[in-house]
């Protein structure tokens, strides 16, 4: 069984840029979820893609956007990157729809904005 | 969005010594899942709790659910070093404004 993988593990990038993670979720699972966790924090959830439609949204701005493919693989996109958008990216595939599932994590991006 | 909230924040324990940490929602959750995050890696499943009054224990660690389904608690006996962690619960049901709680951080001194 393959895990949930991310990538790039760690970005430093420039106020004003922008940004794509990517993320493979554990085979078998077609829902894939989005959180930023904050250093000394809770993970804050971002989104949701079920089956390639995002199914559910945080309290984030629209500049953060993403995707989901049809290997259930996604991407994070987050534009006109600012200094608090520093964080740990996790990603997180369940095997259902909703947060009825049990969360599988990746080990995160660690994204740095200067 | 609304959030569950943990208490205690920190709490540092002997080796040992028991602990527990508490999770509490103003409004009913339909489940609560509790994860384990160690210093510098990502959370990690636990266990889901759904019905009311719920109680499951794995080793020394034990779950339970209140009867109302607004609280939930972790326990666990006679801590060790390994037990060393973040623990979070966060709420599952159809409200996406739920998110993880802030966690409580467990030092264990051995």
């Known amino acids: 069984e393959t895990g949930v993988t991310q990538s790039p593990t760690h970005l430093i990038k420039t106020r004003g840029q922008q940004v794509t993670l990517r993320c493979s979720s554990q085979?078998?699972?077609?829902?894939v979820s989005w959180y930023q966790q904050a250093l000394g924090q809770g993970p804050q959830f971002i989104f949701q893609y079920y089956r390639e439609e995002e199914n559910g949204r945080g309290n984030f701005p629209p500049r953060f956007s993403g995707l989901q493919f049809p290997n259930y693989s996604s991407e994070l996109n987050v534009n006109a990157l600012e200094l608090d958008d520093s964080a740990l990216y996790l990603c997180?595939?369940?095997?259902?729809?909703?947060?009825?599932?049990?969360?599988?994590f990746g080990n995160g991006t660690r994204l740095t904005v200067t | 969005g609304q959030q569950v909230m943990q208490i205690p924040q920190y709490q540092h324990v002997q080796e040992g010594e028991d602990f527990t940490t508490y999770c509490n929602s103003s409004t009913t959750l339909s489940n609560i899942q509790w994860y384990k995050q160690r210093p510098g890696g990502h959370p990690v499943f636990l266990i889901q709790?759904?019905?009311?009054?719920e109680v499951k224990k794995q080793k020394r660690l034990t779950f339970q659910f209140g009867e109302a389904k607004k609280n939930s608690s972790l326990h666990i006996t006679a801590t060790q070093t390994t037990d060393v962690g973040t623990y979070f619960c966060n709420s599952g049901g159809s409200n996406y404004k739920l998110t993880f709680g802030k966690g409580t951080l467990l030092t264990v001194n051995p």
């Open positions: 085979s078998g699972h077609n829902t």
């Open positions: 997180a595939s369940s095997g259902g729809q909703g947060y009825n599932s049990p969360l599988h």
């Open positions: 709790l759904v019905k009311s009054g």
